[in-house]
């Protein structure tokens, strides 16, 4: 499919099974299975895997794209999905024969969920400095020690895209490793069901691995490569997804917004609050602040794709530049409305909820200013 047909398939199925399951998956932090079972069949589980393996071969651009658009009707099942986007481009970044048959192609053929587990919970928001081990007990074998925090898709991925220190005792600390890690695995254990203010539907769950053994050749490029999947991959991809998703919300609180001045009337006069010119400008404003972040968002995605050197700087820009619009659209548009946006478990609570995890997810809106500002000053984006 060419990206435009992409597009309308995602629209005819946001609006069908993401719109009718949308509701149960914050109300009862139900993991949106519908909606990715149906992503996966119309084959857009392989949106970022190459075509020579059966996937649709697109890009950033995209990944945005599509994460705005079911992020606009639910922000849970636009994670999710974009999480599983960012796994398979990790996988498939450099892949090896092996990995290509055993992952690629299922993925593209909808037969195959990833998802991301690189969060730790000694390690916070600073991702990209792994603590789990990983031993090699032969050339075919490695042991793997520790825990990731905050997996999206849980238990109900196929697999996972694992980080962890480098298999050298004496590598340096920016020499970890990543891999991919089967959910079959012996000895895999879980936490219980995290249970979040908004983004309830994420699955999100701790993994204990305890003296798991893992298949040399599930290894992603060499060991101590990890450091370059961070930055070349997992960061431009990982940005792309959580922006396209809060910017959705975003459009979704501008919607219902300008849906509610155009429909409240006044009963003393009949006249509606959109004829009221102070509304007037500050809806005006907020479409502005959305559409020049979304512009950056798309302006950054191009950048990266094309392999600008300097596209770092757009990418880590956007995603801070659209918390910050999610949380103020939704903010403002609370406020435009009145007391009825106030109303519990209405469309503005799960709007209002699902936005404040713009800021806190990592690496946070502040971490990515300072990776901003070092990379502007030719300094390390990572320090000590």
């Given at each position: 499919?060419?990206?435009?047909?992409?597009?309308?398939?995602?629209?005819?199925?946001?609006?069908?099974?993401?719109?009718?399951?949308?509701?149960?998956?914050?109300?009862?932090?139900?993991?949106?299975?519908?909606?990715?079972?149906?992503?996966?069949?119309?084959?857009?589980?392989?949106?970022?895997?190459?075509?020579?393996?059966?996937?649709?071969?697109?890009?950033?651009?995209?990944?945005?794209?599509?994460?705005?658009?079911?992020?606009?009707?639910?922000?849970?099942?636009?994670?999710?999905?974009?999480?599983?986007?960012?796994?398979?481009?990790?996988?498939?970044?450099?892949?090896?024969?092996?990995?290509?048959?055993?992952?690629?192609?299922?993925?593209?053929?909808?037969?195959?969920?990833?998802?991301?587990?690189?969060?730790?919970?000694?390690?916070?928001?600073?991702?990209?400095?792994?603590?789990?081990?990983?031993?090699?007990?032969?050339?075919?074998?490695?042991?793997?020690?520790?825990?990731?925090?905050?997996?999206?898709?849980?238990?109900?991925?196929?697999?996972?895209?694992?980080?962890?220190?480098?298999?050298?005792?004496?590598?340096?600390?920016?020499?970890?490793?990543?891999?991919?890690?089967?959910?079959?695995?012996?000895?895999?254990?879980?936490?219980?069901?995290?249970?979040?203010?908004?983004?309830?539907?994420?699955?999100?769950?701790?993994?204990?691995?305890k003296d798991i053994k893992v298949p040399a050749a599930n290894l992603l490029g060499d060991a101590g490569d990890q450091l370059w999947y961070v930055f070349q991959v997992v960061a431009p991809y990982f940005l792309t997804a959580m922006a396209g998703t809060y910017l959705g919300i975003a459009q979704a609180a501008f919607n219902e917004a300008r849906?509610?001045?155009?429909?409240?009337?006044?009963?003393?006069?009949?006249?509606?609050?959109?004829?009221?010119?102070?509304?007037?400008?500050?809806?005006?404003?907020?479409?502005?602040?959305?559409?020049?972040?979304?512009?950056?968002?798309?302006?950054?995605?191009?950048?990266?794709?094309?392999?600008?050197?300097?596209?770092?700087?757009?990418?880590?820009?956007?995603?801070?530049?659209?918390?910050?619009?999610?949380?103020?659209?939704?903010?403002?548009?609370?406020?435009?409305?009145?007391?009825?946006?106030?109303?519990?478990?209405?469309?503005?609570?799960?709007?209002?909820?699902?936005?404040?995890?713009?800021?806190?997810?990592?690496?946070?809106?502040?971490?990515?200013?300072?990776?901003?500002?070092?990379?502007?000053?030719?300094?390390?984006?990572?320090?000590?």
């Amino acid at each position: 499919m060419v990206l435009q047909e992409i597009l309308d398939s995602l629209r005819v199925i946001t609006k069908s099974t993401v719109s009718e399951e949308a509701s149960l998956v914050d109300e009862q932090g139900k993991w949106p299975e519908n909606s990715i079972k149906a992503l996966q069949k119309a084959g857009l589980g392989g949106l970022l895997v190459s075509k020579e393996f059966g996937g649709q071969g697109q890009g950033m651009y995209a990944l945005a794209r599509a994460c705005e658009i079911l992020g606009e009707v639910s922000a849970s099942t636009a994670l999710c999905f974009g999480m599983h986007c960012v796994g398979s481009a990790v996988i498939g970044a450099k892949p090896s024969d092996y990995q290509k048959e055993e992952f690629l192609r299922p993925i593209a053929a909808g037969e195959h969920l990833t998802t991301l587990a690189l969060s730790e919970p000694g390690t916070g928001a600073h991702f990209y400095f792994p603590q789990t081990q990983l031993l090699a007990l032969s050339e075919e074998e490695f042991l793997l020690n520790g825990s990731k925090s905050f997996v999206t898709n849980g238990t109900k991925a196929d697999s996972y895209v694992i980080s962890t220190l480098g298999v050298d005792p004496d590598a340096s600390r920016d020499e970890f490793s990543c891999f991919v890690l089967r959910n079959n695995t012996e000895n895999l254990e879980w936490g219980p069901d995290w249970k979040g203010l908004g983004m309830r539907g994420n699955s999100s769950r701790t993994l204990f691995l305890k003296d798991i053994k893992v298949p040399a050749a599930n290894l992603l490029g060499d060991a101590g490569d990890q450091l370059w999947y961070v930055f070349q991959v997992v960061a431009p991809y990982f940005l792309t997804a959580m922006a396209g998703t809060y910017l959705g919300i975003a459009q979704a609180a501008f919607n219902e917004a300008r849906q509610h001045l155009v429909q409240r009337s006044y009963r003393h006069n009949g006249s509606t609050l959109s004829q009221n010119t102070l509304l007037q400008h500050r809806l005006g404003t907020l479409w502005s602040k959305i559409e020049r972040t979304r512009q950056l968002l798309y302006h950054a995605t191009r950048e990266g794709e094309s392999g600008e050197p300097t596209a770092i700087l757009p990418i880590l820009s956007s995603k801070a530049e659209v918390a910050t619009c999610s949380v103020e659209v939704v903010n403002e548009a609370m406020t435009l409305m009145g007391g009825i946006a106030y109303s519990q478990n209405s469309r503005m609570d799960v709007l209002l909820r699902d936005a404040r995890a713009a800021h806190v997810m990592g690496p946070t809106t502040d971490i990515l200013y300072t990776w901003l500002g070092r990379a502007l000053l030719e300094q390390p984006i990572l320090d000590s």
